[in-house]
């Protein structure tokens, strides 16, 4: 796995062996990012954004954002295999002085002492079986993290049929193999 652009292109990032993390693949980092650059319905970019990447894995989303601009990136990641490569990640590309990582589960972000953030993207990558994420978009709106001019990202199974239309602004769905990717607005 390879960061796509930006000033870190080309550099290796570290995978987990196990097979308990599913990292995000190349193809569907990169379309992302497409979108973000080019979509006229997409208006957040990611050049000196905030990020909060959430369920994180070995960090390959929030690294990119990093190696195309962002401001700062926090992680969050509980698991201990995902979470030592992530650490690892993060130093071997000495990008200790733009980023946090929180060991912590992204359903406990009341216990993180974000609510003087404002976050332009918010890229949720639970795993597929997760079924608790309305209760965490739920959260992010109460912390007040977010405002009408932050994105969301959500990364789902294509088969997952969660209902986002319901109670976010689904700006966007594309789906890539097994992945469905909402851009949403709260």
Known sequence: MR???GELKGKKLLIPLDKSTRPLKDVVRESIFNILDHSSKV???VNNSKVLDLFSGTGSFGIECLSRGAKNVIFFENYFNSLKILKQNIFKLKLENKSSIYNFSAYNLENSNLETEIFDIIFLDPPFR???IK???D???KLKIVDVNSLLIIHRNKKSNDGFSKYLNVIEEKNYGLSKIFFCKF
């Open 139 to 141: 959260q992010i709106k």
């Open 43 to 45: 208006s957040t970019k």
């Open 130 to 132: 997760d079924i608790e």
């Open 3 to 5: 960061i796509i652009a």
């Open 135 to 137: 209760k965490l978009i």
